[in-house]
Nanobody, 128 residues
Framework: QVQLVESGGGLVQAGGSLRLSCTVSGRTFSTLAMGWFRQAPGKERDFVAALNRNGGATYYDNSVKGRFTISRDNAKNTVYLQMNSLKPEDTAVYYC?????????????????????WGQGTQATVSS
């Protein structure tokens, strides 16, 4: 049973930072590509960032490029999302996702259907 547990959400003022963590159990972490998605109230879930199994390739939605950084620590079975210069429009529930992604490129890593395992979500709220 693969489990993903997110942490690190909270309330922060605009311009502030948060670091989300997602720890994976039940599967060899190094075999999994990892992604972060988010869902704002009343909206669909959207892609935020992803990285491949060894962390050598990263992908970002344009709305977060230059502000967010995704990284992974295979020794700790954990993926991180460092979020800087936060804006009120970044307010959402953030979901961690994992999958054995065999395709490549942004069009591959940004698609929800390539991820087989999901966390429960963590709320990040940015006040203006």
């Amino acid at each position: 049973q693969v489990q993903l547990v997110e942490s690190g959400g909270g309330l922060v003022q605009a311009g502030g930072s948060l670091r989300l963590s997602c720890t994976v159990s039940g599967r060899t972490f190094s075999t999994l590509a990892m992604g972060w998605f988010r869902q704002a109230p009343g909206k669909e879930r959207d892609f935020v960032a992803a990285l491949n199994r060894n962390g050598g390739a990263t992908y970002y939605d344009n709305s977060v490029k230059g502000r967010f950084t995704i990284s992974r620590d295979n020794a700790k079975n954990t993926v991180y999302l460092q979020m800087n210069s936060l804006k009120p429009e970044d307010t959402a529930v953030y979901y961690c996702a994992a999958g054995t992604v065999y395709c490549s490129g942004y069009g591959c890593y940004s698609r929800e259907y390539n991820y087989h395992f999901w966390g429960q979500g963590t709320q990040a709220t940015v006040s203006s």
